[in-house]
């Protein structure tokens, strides 16, 4: 008997792994790292060079948008291949920045290419993919992003401690360009569809010259208009916020627990341990949608997350700290992997890239506005708590627009077809 062959939805998986790994974990999870050696070559604050996040973040949010609909439409290989090229060799190019208003137009070059390689495509890959376990995949592959973040956040610094902030840059670059061209090249496909096969755990036994009409007249869920109109899309968006700002605050995690007496070296460890904590929470909020449903899922996190908030703020030891810091990594989890699956519980399938662009640029816009906003916040009040009780109000908000939203979402009848 021959062996079955593997479902090439598990190569996706792994194309959309090294996406996270490299394409976020370098591009996004690391830029922290730069801020402090910036800073003093340039002799500005962090919260100068920090802007320049805000800057990629807000141009990437537009491009979402274009983003969106281009994917369907276009070559997904070429696509994502143009944009690692961008994204690589803008970051080669800030080791030459002789001046503040460079990193401005490096982030705006970033951010376009960020539109299409950063959180958007990811979660449209695995629900194209994924009939079934797409939350458990999700998890899984989100997870990287932060283990990405584990592993170049301490490589780049070393780097620049070593050969300073210019060598962090090209470095990076070299490896997000030698690891992200080969994977959107050669592995990634758009949909099943593609190369004439049903996504993972799809009813089994159609022919496949049937698969792509299957694909395209019988996909279920709403039009980007009617999603428009619904106010599940704007309660998913405000809990995107929500939660992205609460994640936000890792940027912070190093300063904070200096100003809390604690070493340089801790404070590092501790944002690090968040992302350890993400990695866990990742994996585990995915499975636990596939289990129990997005409601126990998600109440679960933000439980969890504020009692790592609570632990944070409480700062009576040294291992209660670090064990908050872990508890807050779910915040990363519930930034990642929810919003994907609400929206495709909401709204479906249909014109999922479309709707779902709009949901990561309220991702992209909370955090270029929240990292910048806690450096200011610390240097205007000198405490980073008013800071932390701001991200826990917006958590609590967040949480409660999601349940509104599963609610309001009920009365969507799904269509048939384009």
């Excluded at 080669?92 to 460079?102: K, P, V």
């Excluded at 990742?282 to 632990?311: C, E, H, P, Q």
Aim: hydrophobic share 55%; aromatic share 12%.
């Amino acid at each position: 008997m021959s062996k079955k062959k593997t479902h090439y939805a598990w190569t996706i998986a792994v194309a959309a792994c090294l996406l996270a790994f490299v394409g976020t974990g370098i591009f996004q999870n690391c830029s922290g790292i730069f801020f402090k050696p910036v800073a003093d070559s340039f002799h500005v604050g962090r919260g100068t060079v920090a802007t320049y996040i805000a800057v990629q973040n807000i141009v990437s949010m537009f491009f979402m948008l274009i983003a969106g609909r281009i994917l369907p439409k276009v070559n997904i290989r070429v696509t994502l291949s143009l944009a690692v090229v961008l994204v690589c060799g803008t970051f080669m190019g800030m080791s030459q920045i002789t001046a503040m208003y460079q990193f401005y137009i490096a982030g705006s070059l970033c951010g376009i290419g960020l539109a299409f390689i950063g959180p958007l495509v990811l979660p449209i890959l695995v629900n194209n993919w994924f009939e079934a376990k797409a939350g458990t995949v999700l998890g899984v592959v989100f997870a990287f992003s932060s283990i990405g973040g584990a592993v170049f956040n301490p490589f780049g610094s070393i780097i620049i401690q070593d050969f300073g902030w210019q060598a962090g840059y090209l470095s990076l670059g070299v490896i997000g360009l030698i690891v992200l061209l080969p994977t959107t090249l050669f592995l990634v496909r758009y949909k099943p569809a593609d190369i004439g096969l049903q996504p993972y755990g799809a009813n089994e036994g159609i022919d496949a010259t049937q698969i792509q009409t299957v694909v395209t007249t019988q996909l279920p869920g709403v039009t980007s208009r009617r999603a428009l109109k619904s106010p599940s899309l704007y309660l998913i968006i405000i809990f995107t916020i929500g939660s992205t700002c609460l994640a936000a605050f890792n940027s912070a995690m190093p300063g904070y627990a200096e100003s809390l007496g604690m070493s340089p070296a801790l404070g590092g460890t501790a944002a690090s341990v968040v992302l350890l904590g993400a990695i866990a929470g990742k994996m585990l909020l995915g499975w636990l949608n596939d289990k129990f449903g997005i409601v126990k899922a998600s109440t679960f996190a933000v439980v969890m997350s504020v009692i790592g908030l609570s632990l944070l703020i409480y700062k009576a030891h040294v291992v209660v700290f670090l064990t908050g810091a872990a508890l807050m990594g779910l915040a990363f989890a519930l930034t990642g992997v929810e919003p994907p699956i609400i929206t495709r519980h909401v709204f479906g399938l249909k014109n999922f890239s479309n709707i779902f662009s709009y949901v990561t640029m309220s991702m992209l816009f909370s955090s270029a506005i929240a990292i910048p906003l806690y450096g200011f916040i610390y240097d205007a009040t000198k405490s980073y708590l008013p800071g932390l009780i701001f991200a826990f109000s917006m958590l609590i908000i967040g949480f409660v627009s999601m349940l509104a939203a599963l609610k309001f979402g009920e009365n969507l009848l799904y269509e048939k077809g384009i």
